[in-house]
């Protein structure tokens, strides 16, 4: 089992910054550095998107066309946490962020939902116009 936890959203204005941060713990987190990770947002009304990924190395991202060039994610396997730094934020970018875990090793970054299996509870970012 693995549990993740959100941390770093808030109100911003737009053109601001943000980082989130996703902490792992559990007895699976302890193998933490194998999975790839992932960060993903549902807007209200709105399904949950894919944001971005990073392969269990780092040696491998994957960003929505969405936030390329705005966020950059990265991990740190030592503290098992993985980080989304957003950047020129913009009203369009309010939403609650999740972070998750793949489980399945040996795989392409993914950007579907159902490919990713343990998930943090959210943290709510708000852009002002």
């Known amino acids: 089992q693995v549990q993740l936890v959100e941390s770093g959203g808030g109100l911003v204005q737009a053109g601001g910054s943000l980082r989130l941060s996703c902490a792992a713990s559990g007895r699976t987190a302890n193998t933490f550095s194998i999975y790839a990770m992932g960060w993903f947002r549902q807007a209200p009304g709105k399904e949950r998107e894919f944001v971005a990924a990073?392969?269990?190395?780092?040696?491998?991202?994957l960003y929505a066309d969405s936030v390329k060039g705005r966020f950059t994610i990265s991990r740190d396997n030592a503290k098992r946490t993985v980080y989304l730094q957003m950047n020129s934020l913009k009203p369009e970018d309010t939403a609650v962020y999740y972070c998750?875990?793949?489980?399945?090793?040996?795989?392409?970054?993914?950007?579907?939902?159902?490919?990713?299996?343990?998930w943090g509870q959210g943290t709510q970012v708000t852009v002002s116009s």
């Open positions: 998750a875990l793949d489980y399945r090793l040996g795989r392409s970054l993914s950007t579907q939902l159902g490919e990713y299996d343990y």
């Open positions: 990073i392969s269990w190395n780092g040696g491998s991202t």
